[in-house]
């Protein structure tokens, strides 16, 4: 391009300057010699030695000048060779920076697509506990807004019994020790308390946190605990059942034969008295 050209022109000017100071005076008696020489030829004398050596010793600056463009020439193909190389290793870094920057926001894209529409809630908090982000979810959940979750701890919207365990599961995750699922209450918009479900792990000074509702679940476990708690009751008074009406049974049939047994006695009692009557 012009900057090869300029830099190709400005390198032969150097090496101008440089023969031409080198050459100096040789080359002025050089050519005060031929003028010289060129005169007493015309008037009949042949060529003096030292003009064909002037001649030599020129021809030699000249041999080397053509080296030197030469090698100039030789240098400028490098060059563009390097040009090309570093262009072509520029192109596929570019694309490699389009491809990792496409890859970055699909990806981008997905976890904000998994943040919106997620069941469970996520939380962003910093080292006091104050909340600095929260997903869609907690909205669903405990029906307060966004902005009146953020900005503020859980402390508010804690079950006073969950206070202190809570904060103590806090402090192990920034410590940096990964939180094993534990389980708290928050109160929600109406003045109700949704069981929760937490898992949280600290980064680079910040507590990630994910939560599920398991109020339902919960319910439901108490509710089995409950009806499997009457079931049994109600085997133990279908035994019992069992056992009086067995022993009820019995003792009817015992009843029937003492009753028998004194009728019989009775009618012999009777029969007897009417004989000592006669």
């Not at 100039?72 to 570019?94: C, F, G, I, P, T």
């Amino acid at each position: 391009g012009p900057l090869r050209w300029a830099v190709m022109a400005t390198v032969l000017l150097l090496l101008g300057v440089l023969l031409a100071l080198r050459m100096g005076t040789r080359a002025t008696r050089a050519v005060e010699s031929l003028a010289q020489s060129a005169r007493d030829w015309r008037e009949g004398d042949p060529l003096p030695r030292p003009l064909i050596g002037g001649l030599a010793e020129t021809d030699d600056l000249a041999k080397a000048f053509v080296g030197a463009l030469e090698r100039v020439e030789n240098r400028d193909e490098a060059l563009r060779a390097s040009e090309s190389r570093l262009k072509a290793a520029l192109h596929q870094l570019n694309e490699a920076n389009a491809e990792l920057a496409s890859r970055v926001d699909d990806t981008q894209a997905e976890l904000g697509h998994i943040w919106r529409v997620s069941l469970d809630a996520f939380l962003i908090a910093d080292q006091s506990g104050r909340w600095l982000r929260v997903s869609p979810a907690w909205t669903k959940i405990l029906g307060w807004a966004e902005d009146e979750l953020l900005g503020r701890s859980s402390d508010w919207l804690l079950h006073p019994d969950d206070i202190e365990s809570t904060r103590a599961v806090i402090g192990e995750s920034l410590m940096g020790r990964r939180s094993l699922p534990f389980e708290n209450r928050l109160r929600t918009k109406d003045g109700a308390y949704r069981r929760l479900s937490w898992s949280a792990v600290a980064h680079e000074g910040l507590l990630y946190c994910v939560t599920r509702d398991v109020t339902a679940e919960r319910e439901a476990a108490e509710e089995l605990t409950r009806a499997q708690s009457a079931l049994r009751q109600a085997q133990k008074m279908d035994a019992l059942g069992q056992l009086t009406g067995g022993v009820a049974h019995d003792f009817n049939n015992l009843l029937t034969t003492i009753l028998g047994s004194l009728d019989m006695l009775s009618r012999r009692a009777t029969e007897l008295e009417d004989r000592n009557r006669r």
